[in-house]
T-cell receptor
Framework: QQPVQSPQAVILREGEDAVINCSSSKALYSVHWYRQKHGEAPVFLMILLKGGEQKGHDKISASFNEKKQQSSLYLTASQLSYSGTYFCGTEQRGDDKIIFGKGTRLHILP | KAGVTQTPRYLIKTRGQQVTLSCSPISGHRSVSWYQQTPGQGLQFLFEYFSETQRNKGNFPGRFSGRQFSNSRSEMNVSTLELGDSALYLC????????????FGPGTRLTVL
């Protein structure tokens, strides 16, 4: 079951904040976040394994609400380098494969 | 460590032909997953191999197949190509289990004419 990401696209000015959501209709075991720049391979950002877990590095963080079966990615004081397409990947309990959403395109303007 | 490598990087085929794509995982990684990426569809899971065995399979027709060798290198084959098979095919390797971080290769861009 492919997770649903929202919004599909967002345009921000440098320094503004953004939130990207990822929802699943199935109980989740883990949520993965990746960023892909145009013409490049997706790059791992972070993985959340426990309900309620929040992780972050630099000014990018994420939360995982196991009960609501959703995760949110927070980008604070966005930089030009944050531009790209963000994918969430979800894994269900007992299933080793990761299913990715369709992605959220983020464009940062100077 | 060297990253995930995929060959060839670009491929042009015609309808009805078949194609084989190759993926070499990061040294020590035993799990290899394949994804198809098309505009608007994101990354669609094809299959995952671990220790030469297919462990998971996505919802793709039987024309898509794969295998993994004892050195963890993996190949993906698509037979009887269709125009809709044009896509970027990405492979990702991870340590023993799929829930670990996936490291993606640069992909193979397949164009079917």
């Amino acid at each position: 079951q492919q997770p649903v990401q929202s919004p599909q696209a967002v345009i921000l000015r440098e320094g503004e904040d953004a939130v990207i959501n990822c929802s699943s209709s199935k109980a989740l075991y883990s949520v993965h976040w990746y960023r892909q720049k145009h013409g490049e391979a997706p790059v791992f950002l972070m993985i959340l394994l426990k309900g309620g877990e929040q992780k972050g590095h630099d000014k990018i963080s994420a939360s995982f609400n196991e009960k609501k079966q959703q995760s949110s990615l927070y980008l604070t004081a966005s930089q030009l380098s944050y531009s790209g397409t963000y994918f969430c990947g979800t894994e269900q309990r007992g299933d080793d494969k990761i299913i990715f959403g369709k992605g959220t395109r983020l464009h940062i303007l100077p | 460590k060297a990253g995930v490598t995929q060959t060839p990087r670009y491929l042009i085929k015609t309808r009805g032909q078949q194609v084989t794509l190759s993926c070499s995982p990061i040294s020590g990684h035993r799990s290899v997953s394949w994804y198809q990426q098309t505009p608007g569809q994101g990354l669609q899971f094809l299959f995952e191999y671990f220790s030469e065995t297919q462990r998971n399979k996505g919802n793709f027709p039987g024309r898509f197949s794969g295998r993994q060798f004892s050195n963890s290198r993996s190949e993906m084959n698509v037979s009887t190509l269709e125009l809709g098979d044009s896509a970027l095919y990405l492979c990702a390797s991870s340590a023993p289990f799929g829930s670990d971080t996936q490291y993606f290769g640069p992909g193979t861009r397949l164009t079917v004419l």
